[in-house]
Antibody, heavy 121, light 107 residues
Framework: QVQLQESGPGLVKPSETLSLTCTVS????????WNWIRQPAGKGLEWIGR???????NYNPSLKSRVTMSIDTSKNQFSLKLSSVTAADTAVYYC???????????????WGQGTLVTVSS | DIQMTQSPSSLSASVGDRVTITCRAS??????LNWYQQKPGKAPKLLIS???SLQSGVPSRFSAGGSGTDFTLTISSLQPEDFATYCC?????????FGQGTKLEIK
């Protein structure tokens, strides 16, 4: 059974960089797509981006200038960095495994429990 | 970006009822539509992929269909554990986008 677990600071100051790591167990990170998705309180889900084979990435254009994702296959982990955060970045952040097609058809079949990140001074 | 619009935003129903939730895409997405169930404080759970393919372990009272721009999720006979928020997600193009969710409440 694949399991994902987010880790990282729950509080980040405005203008600083949010950093989160997702540890994957029960399966190899060398296949599939590895995603970050967030959800502000009481709102819908927003896909942030994904990383996959050979560190290829796709980012949401709305966040692309501030997002960096990386992968560490030796630790079965992938990470998110979101720079220059503001209060609008306060949300529950989920990591999720994506499966499906190469160009389209990706669905998210395993999710971490989510971690709340608050941006506040 | 493709906009996903769900209706209704909320729905009150009773155990045993049959309910249908609708998801509409702002452009054709063929059958690249997935459905999730989310309970308070929990991560979303994938129910259906590719518009109508039920995931392993999901009860058969859940069904879904549609193509192009209009999609539906139907629960044939509501059970107490089905009261949750349901959202759709298009996987036709990047960025993948989600509907705002439909909150299913007990009447």
């Amino acid at each position: 059974q694949v399991q994902l677990q987010e880790s990282g600071p729950g509080l980040v100051k405005p203008s600083e960089t949010l950093s989160l790591t997702c540890t994957v167990s029960g399966g190899s990170i060398r296949s599939c797509y590895w995603n970050w998705i967030r959800q502000p309180a009481g709102k819908g889900l927003e896909w942030i981006g994904r990383i996959y084979t050979s560190s290829n990435t796709n980012y949401n254009p709305s966040l692309k200038s501030r997002v960096t994702m990386s992968i560490d296959t030796s630790k079965n982990q992938f990470s998110l960095k979101l720079s220059s955060v503001t209060a609008a970045d306060t949300a529950v952040y989920y990591c999720a495994r994506g499966r499906g097609g190469v160009v389209r058809g990706i669905y998210f079949d395993y999710w971490g429990q989510g971690t709340l990140v608050t941006v506040s001074s | 970006d493709i906009q996903m619009t769900q209706s209704p935003s909320s729905l009150s129903a009773s155990v045993g009822d049959r309910v249908t939730i609708t998801c509409r895409a702002s452009q054709s997405i063929s059958s690249y539509l997935n459905w999730y169930q989310q309970k308070p404080g929990k991560a979303p759970k994938l129910l259906i992929s590719a518009a109508s393919s039920l995931q392993s372990g999901v009860p058969s009272r859940f069904s879904a269909g549609g193509s192009g721009t209009d999609f539906t999720l139907t629960i044939s006979s509501l059970q107490p554990e089905d009261f949750a928020t349901y959202c759709c997600q298009q996987s036709y193009s990047t960025p993948e986008t989600f509907g705002q969710g439909t909150k299913l409440e007990i009447k």
